[in-house]
T-cell receptor
């Protein structure tokens, strides 16, 4: 059974700090999503990646397929980055059954 | 504007009273899916659809039905709701060209079953 583990569960940072959120999964995957959920509930897709690295503004996502690990980095964090970050793995084999991590709650203090 | 629209956003109902949560997307996406989100359990997939008339169970399909008669719509049906279906529900879609694209989520539907 594929499991997705995120760490840390909770993270508090000061504005301007560099943030790293980790995601590990147990079986082979074809892609991995990083999602952001702000208080109030809406979910936004940040990245989908299957190899290497992607960057969007202050956000960087990396994935190492062999090590079954992905990281989400936030540079120069800001209070508006406070949200829950969720990774979701798409297993190999053509299934569209996404497996979600339980999320990392990030709080960035001014 | 590309969007996924869910209705209703909030609903309080009683045990056994059939209800439907609608989901519509305007991006011509093949893939659509329903998730529920519960404290401590995170997001879990209920049903998904790869295209019109093609649906499959996710991890927690019990008590739910879906249909995909048109590409843009993917309603979630609770034939006889029970209190354990009280949850926050999300619909999502994505294109399947190549190996796939980013997920687009609806704003969520908060359902309370008394």
């Amino acid at each position: 059974k594929n499991e997705v583990e995120q760490s840390p569960q909770n993270l508090t940072a000061q504005e301007g700090e560099f943030i790293t959120i980790n995601c590990s999964y147990s079986v082979g995957i074809s892609a991995l999503h990083w999602l952001q959920q702000h208080p109030g509930g809406g979910i936004v897709s940040l990245f989908m990646l299957s190899s290497g690295k992607k960057k969007h503004g202050r956000l960087i996502a990396t994935i190492n397929i062999q090590e079954k690990h992905s990281s989400l980095h936030i540079t120069a964090s800001h209070p508006r980055d406070s949200a829950v970050y969720i990774c979701a793995a798409l297993p190999q084999g053509g299934s569209e059954k996404l497996v979600f991590g339980k999320g990392t709650k990030l709080t960035v203090n001014p | 504007e590309a969007q996924v629209t869910q209705n209703p956003r909030y609903l309080i109902t009683v045990t056994g009273k059939k209800l439907t949560v609608t989901c519509s997307q305007n991006m011509n996406h093949e893939y659509m899916s329903w998730y529920r989100q519960d404290p401590g359990l995170g997001l879990r997939q209920i049903y998904y659809s790869m295209n019109v008339e093609v649906t499959d169970k996710g991890d927690v399909p019990e008590g739910y039905k879906v249909s995909r008669k048109e590409k843009r719509n993917f309603p979630l049906i609770l034939e006889s709701p029970s209190p354990n279906q009280t949850s926050l529900y999300f619909c999502a879609s994505r294109g399947l060209a190549g190996w796939g694209g980013e997920l687009f989520f609806g704003e969520g539907s908060r359902l309370t079953v008394l």
